[in-house]
Each structure stands twice: as C-alpha cells, then as structure tokens.
C-alpha cells in the first residue's frame, strides 16, 4: 500500500505516461529497476529510446521537479540506461527527458511539462 507521500508520485507517472502515448511515445515499460538504480518511464520514439524521469510537484510549489533531477541523479539514471541498453541489445540513440507534473489537492493532475534532452550522457 502506498503512503499519502507515494501517492503524488504515482498519479505523476500514470500522468505522464499518458501524456507521452498521446504524443507518438511508445512506452517500453515503467518504473525499470535494476542494481544501480530505477527509472520512471522508458519508451521510443523517432529513432530514440527515452529515459523519462519523472517529477511531481503539488500545485503553488515553489521549486520546480526538474531541480531535483541533479548530478548525481542523472548520473544514476546514465549509468542504468546503459545496462538497460545492453541486457536488451537496443541499438538507439538516447535521450534523457524529464516530465514535471502537477498535480491538485486530490492529485488530479493539472498539467505536465515534458523537457526533452533535459540533459545528456557522454555514451
């Protein structure tokens, strides 16, 4: 069972899952998580596999989701998209995007930014 803290988060994902389906992603699978570590949404699209971080903020935050997507975070996100890459033989050029959701006071979601190439790997 997820804790009201939890919550947010999953609404977020669901969120931009859909925002990426209608918007010509295939989505491979969510919530990919291996030794070094988890990402949220992994999908194609235009010749890309698209590692999708996820961030969900409640409506008035004062910081936006991307600022918590840091150094040391992307360097986590690279270093399992990479292992993602060779367990699953993709030949694809990738991306790193991070989607900033948010949501109401009932975590209806409210609206989702998709930033593409929100930062790069040296691969």
Do not use: H
């Not at 947010?8 to 295939?26: Q, S």
């Not at 409640?58 to 060779?86: C, D, N, W």
């Amino acid at each position: 069972m997820l804790s009201e803290k939890e919550k947010p988060g999953l609404w977020g994902e669901i969120y931009a899952a859909r925002f990426m389906r209608e918007n010509g992603y295939e989505i491979i699978t969510a919530n990919y998580r291996c030794r070094l570590g988890e990402i949220d949404i992994i999908a194609k699209k235009d010749g890309f596999l698209v590692f999708t971080e996820v961030k969900t903020r409640s409506l008035g935050a004062i910081a936006p989701g991307r600022e918590a997507v840091g150094s040391a975070k992307q360097e986590r996100i690279i270093e399992t998209a990479s292992l993602f890459m060779q367990k699953n033989n993709y030949d694809l050029q990738p991306r790193f995007d991070v989607a900033e959701v948010t949501v109401g006071k009932k975590n209806e979601p409210i609206s989702c930014e998709y930033i593409e190439n929100a930062f790069d790997s040296s691969f």
